[in-house]
């Protein structure tokens, strides 16, 4: 199981840190990722860090912006959000792959949080 925390309001070009708590003692082989889907839009990608080396990528839109960590010990992963703007208003989604490349594909998660909600005011 995953949970997302730490969403809220926030006003343009502030910063914001979410998290994401996995339930499992197998964390560090989980490569995990958050996406985000805006209201009547698709969902989509924003960042991953891979479970073997803790490799990152991130969708286009927020690349040098947003930064995922992760803490095995705590079984956690986070995204620390910068320089925010109203384009980043949405629920944000935790999602895991076991053993993962670090896939920007929806489809290769099979583990979903419910999501938080961030609302960034203009």
């Known amino acids: 199981q995953l949970a997302e925390s730490g969403g809220g309001l926030v006003q343009t070009g502030g910063s914001l840190r979410i998290s994401c708590a996995a339930s499992?003692?197998?964390?560090?082989?989980?490569?995990m990722a958050w996406f985000r889907q805006a209201t009547r839009k698709e969902r989509e990608f924003v960042a991953a860090?891979?479970?073997?080396?803790?490799?990152?990528v991130y969708g286009n839109s927020v690349k040098s912006r947003f930064t995922i960590t992760r803490d095995n010990a705590a079984n956690t992963v986070y995204l620390q959000m910068n320089n925010l703007g109203p384009e980043d208003t949405a629920i944000y989604y935790c999602?895991?792959?076991?053993?993962?490349?670090?896939?920007?594909?929806?489809?290769?998660?099979?583990?979903w949080g419910q999501g938080t909600q961030v609302t960034v005011s203009s």
């Open positions: 999602a895991a792959d076991e053993y993962g490349v670090r896939s920007v594909l929806r489809r290769m998660y099979d583990s």
């Open positions: 499992t003692l197998r964390f560090s082989a989980y490569t």
């Open positions: 860090i891979r479970h073997s080396d803790n490799n990152t």
